[in-house]
């Protein structure tokens, strides 16, 4: 059992936020949400020695690793951190995504905002296929499943010859240029915009749905699913629903990297980046999404700013690894809810 | 005679060669407290399991207001009316108090994912009826004062509650208790009788699975007992009481069963 809140008297830096957020307008809220989002559309542009990485271009590594990490991360949230699917197979939609616009486009010339969409549809109904039969599992023997999955894809890439095999694809179009703003390979901005746009929309569907219905059965899901299931909740149909969403950001973001490398291989889809962008869920703290994403975010960035030590910037990766899972094991900002302690007698909130 | 709303006919429960229950009859009519003891292993959570969809009889019928609900997905006839609690508490530990019974309430709601994502006037509809609701029952139980706080958080007693509370959420026809009172000291559980008395006359039909006989026997209207498998009595709880078979079986001598 942990300490009612109440007595809990250490200095909370997000208590202290939520204190600061529920007494603010909505006007103030806007402004602050339009402040943040600003900030991080003219990130590219505060490239400095402190903040930026010097040995490799910052508004490259802002788009890949940190703005992929980050957007595959939430995405992966909703699978792992709220319906508590252990899905160690996530590659498998970003190669779906990656291949669908690389394949319609190479073969039949569909332009990219299409295949975003198409890529988005491609993960989702694999995430069916997958989810239907596997989705009947639980814990261990459904994390295997998932590992086989995200293998099976990659090495399905290798194989085909509409995929290219191992060779890949080359040669994919980048995004048709949009009010005025040209997708070109040596320009990464743009296409950090277009995962930040898209990144938001991810954001929104989210928030909305975890405050309501789908939020409450996922999580009775995760902490308990026979009981949740007694309690009339769809389970099934929930847990393919997680699935399938998580998917389709995997996949759009998929098609957002091939249009931005214009050249894929399997070798891009391997093993390491499930690992990768489960290792950010739980770093940040799983089930939060703000922390899922400053969690990636970090993971992201660490190794480019410490590439200056060159190969052993990975030994320090993974001590802070190893020192932070020990000092927050349940993420850096855990999704441990704010509680509100309201007085027995009046059944009035009592503020601390 | 009042409608029977639970009704378990000739139930029978094999896994492999155990027979955990053996052509058992039991119902609940409307407005009724029956009560199902027996020794441990008797195969009580047996008949809450098998009656919830949750394992599939080897044979018999179970009707739930007179419709069969074998081979029914558990959650389908959780949403028929038929809600239970578990003898080790089981609650949603990291969601609030508020949102573990709004969680039971949302199963009456239509809203469905997308129209929870793009908040439909039926979803803003839906979240209202479960906040209602939730916040009537923890007012019901007793606990409104904790409405926000994390279900792992509560101090026993109100765990307690709170799954009972969840179960209500429901709007079952038929709540099915399993060993409410485990764990209570005796006030606690003169406190508990009086809710689940008080539970019956909101005009739910309660079927208990208790191991505290002054309790049982304190609120029960009928009494059923189960000894391995088998349904061996059925009466009042004074006939209950009285019966030889029940006292070899379960209560011993005499003097413990008061």
Redesign the interface.
Known sequence: ??T??STNVRFNLRDKFGDWWEGTTRNQRVLFRAAVIVFFFILPFLDNPILGTNESDFSSVLFYPMGMFVIMAIGLNIIVGKSGILDLGYVAFFAIGAYTHAILNLNFGFPFWINVFLGMGFAMLAGLMLGLPALRLRGDYLAIITLGFGEIIRILAINFNFTGGAAGLAGIAAPPTLFGIEFVVDDPKPFYWLLLTLMLLVIW?YL??VA???G??W??I???E??????????MK?KL?GFVLGGAVGGAVGAVYAGQVTSITPENFTLQISIMILACVVFGGM?NIWGVALGAALLGYFPEKLRFLSDTRILFFGLLMVVMMNIRPDGIIP???R??????NT?Q?VTR | MSKKLLEIRNLTMKFGGVVALSEVNLHVSEGEIAALIGPNGAGKTTVFNVA?G?YTPTAGEILLDNESVVGV???KI??KGL??T?QNV???????AL?NV???A????K?G?LG????TST?KK??ER?HKKAAELLNFMGI???????A??LPYGDQRRLEIA??LA?EPKVLLLDEPAAGFNPQEKVELGNLIKKIRDAGFAVLLIEHDMSLVMKISDRVSVLDFGQKIAEGTPSEVQKDQKVIDAYLGVADHAS
């Open positions: 059992m942990s009612p809140s569907a909305r749905l309501r219905r789908p409450r059965a999580e009775a995760r902490e308990d026979d009981v949740a299931e007694f309690m009339g909740v769809a389970t929930y629903w089930g999704r441990k809810k509680e509100k302690v309201y007085d027995k059944g909130e | 919830t949750y997905k558990t959650y959780a949403r809600a239970r578990f089981r609650l949603f530990g990291d969601m609030t949102e709004m969680t039971g949302d199963s009456k709601n809203v994912l929870s994502m793009f908040g979803s839906d979240e479960s409104s004062h904790r409405a926000g706080q994390l792992k958080n969840r179960a429901l």
